[in-house]
């Protein structure tokens, strides 16, 4: 018998009316959005259901949204066990407390903090990302290198075969975006975002982080999450605290970390929140496992 996995979406999968239904049809979804709200400050339930696109495409709201509906759903299953876990970015929170690493209102206050962190670095320190579709990692990595003289660029996601996003100043991206275009790169896509994530560009966010980090309880996970850092899986509740800490400086390891699942015996992902971007992932990087989509209430009535 295959594993299953559990997978959580990050930053961008998010859209208006995302929850509502869920908050509609279940007690325990709409306490667990409440309890958020309390943890957070923020009326996310009214942004999440009503927008407007502008706020709730703020990363401090952002990531609070994504989370909270990826974990609700995760607590309402109840006909799957999952082997194993990882999230992408901001989804290795929502893989932690699935994973019983962390309590549901220690993680919604982190990351509350982690979304304002990373929105007020990328005020200080203005930066971007763009998507390099068509080039290899080598390819992308030796462009980021060449082009970092004009300003800080690196990789941040490795998402798909061919497909790799960058991050870092404004000066150094543009110079690699056009390195890319000369390379041979099928497309180049600067992304709409309020700063250069999983880059050295997010230190201060680094810093608050960590000293929310550091007085908050972890728990060793009861299943394996792979970790963005090192696309390996981890339990040690010391060694999640440590990797959380590093991530937002360093790339996504999400096509290796998709490859290191499947050797482990996973065939069959299910994304568990908004939208359909990792399904996508991972049929590009292996097409022969199953993969589900948990989003709306109607898709966890199948599990309840």
Known sequence: MGKKAFIFPGQGSQYIGMAKDLF???VEAKEMILTAEEATGVSLSHIMFNGPEEALKQTD???PAIF????????????????????HSLGE????????AIQYYDAVKLVGIRGSAMLQAGVEQPGTMAAIIGLTPQDVEEICLESSKYGIVQCANF?????????????????AM?????????????????????SPLMASAKDKLKMKLDVTHFY???????????????????????????????????EETIINMISDGADEFYEIGPGKVLQGLVKRINPDVKTFGIDKYSDVERYL
Do not use: C
């Open 178 to 198: 056009e390195a890319a275009k000369q390379k041979g790169a099928k497309l180049v896509k600067e992304l709409v975002v309020s700063g250069a994530f999983h």
């Open 24 to 26: 509609e049809n279940s």
């Open 93 to 100: 929170y929502s893989a932690l407390v699935l994973a019983k």
């Open 68 to 87: 909270v509906h990826s974990v609700v759903i995760a607590n309402l299953i109840r006909t799957i066990q999952p082997d194993m876990a990882a999230g």
């Open 220 to 254: 060793d996970a009861k299943i394996p999450v792979y970790a963005n850092v090192t696309a390996k899986p981890v339990n040690n509740s010391e060694e999640i605290k440590n990797l959380l800490y590093q991530q937002l400086g360093k790339p996504v390891r999400w």
């Open 61 to 63: 709201i952002t990531q």
């Open 159 to 175: 998402n798909s075969p061919g497909q790799i996003v960058i991050s870092g100043s404004i000066p150094g991206v543009k110079a």
